[in-house]
């Protein structure tokens, strides 16, 4: 079996070990394990990093935007108040789920040893 880029996986939201099955059976909920050759997405979590790189990005991109905005039309604040929230929050859904699977793809590449760990830690409370 040809080796998967963990990029490309986790960019089509594919199962990391074959790039076949999906990953996620909901927006944010993942399968148990692979559709197509069986690998077991439990041993792996990106808890709470791909909410972080996503209001991050979104940080480092909408920002600068509202500010050239403002700088262009000098529109009233209520006008950044209709346009900007919906847009942060339809750029970080659009973002989230490549970026949830991304980041469980390169724990999976990597084979992250720390989320297997808090994975067994949680089972034995
Ligand atoms: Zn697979």
């Not at 998967?4 to 059976?25: D, H």
């Not at 972080?52 to 500010?67: D, E, K, Q, S």
């Not at 006008?79 to 789920?97: K, Q």
Request: charged share 15%.
């Amino acid at each position: 079996m040809a080796k998967v880029s963990p990029f490309s996986a986790g960019i089509n939201c594919r199962c990391p070990e074959c790039g076949e099955g999906q990953l996620f059976r909901g927006y944010l909920e993942m399968n148990d394990e692979c559709a197509a050759c069986g690998a077991d997405f439990t041993v792996a979590d990106s808890g709470d990093g791909p909410a972080f790189f996503v209001m991050w990005i979104a940080m480092i991109v909408i920002v600068p935007l509202g500010m050239l905005f403002h700088l262009w039309l000098r529109p009233p604040v209520w006008v950044h108040l209709l346009i900007f929230p919906p847009v942060i929050i339809l750029f970080c859904l659009w973002l989230l789920r490549p970026a949830k699977s991304l980041l469980f793809a390169s724990q999976w590449a990597n084979k992250a040893e720390e989320a297997q760990f808090e994975k067994h830690a949680d089972q034995q409370n």
